[in-house]
């Protein structure tokens, strides 16, 4: 297994774990409401949750063109660990989740975007 599919595969299980951790918050905050409610609360963590997860699919999915240093490979799961980290670790839900808006979900969408452009065509 080389670096791409690894550091895929550890970002999203690090993006899982930050899953789970929504749900559990929405199940926790909705305790004694109709289920509607908590099914937005759900609905919400799992579209949270696409962006997180792209450059995952695209690191685990795709062979690359050309050779990318592995810091750069392993970018993806640091960032998502560090904001992973800042989630748990806040004391406040705007300290939480505003460093998650601002840098981690457009670093998310970017790398994979990059990663999906330098990607190795299929030559038929």
Same mark, same amino acid.
């Given at each position: 297994m080389n670096q791409y599919k690894k550091a895929g595969l550890a970002g999203a299980l690090i993006s899982l774990i930050y899953f789970f951790y929504n749900i559990y918050l929405a199940f926790k905050i909705t305790q004694g409401f109709?289920?509607?409610?908590? *099914?937005?609360? %759900?609905?919400?963590?799992? =579209?949270?949750?696409?962006?997180?997860? *792209?450059?995952? %699919?695209?690191?685990?999915? =795709?062979t690359f063109k050309k050779k990318i240093s592995n810091w750069v490979i392993w970018l993806y799961p640091a960032v998502i660990t560090i904001g992973l980290l800042n989630v748990l670790l806040s004391d406040d839900a705007l300290s939480a989740g505003l460093p998650m808006i601002i840098f981690v979900y457009p670093f998310c969408v970017i790398y994979a975007v990059i990663l999906f452009l330098l990607r190795k065509k299929s030559e038929n």
């Open positions: 109709p289920f509607s409610e908590t *099914l937005s609360e %759900i609905l919400t963590a799992i =579209f949270a949750q696409i962006p997180l997860l *792209l450059p995952a %699919i695209v690191l685990v999915l =795709f």
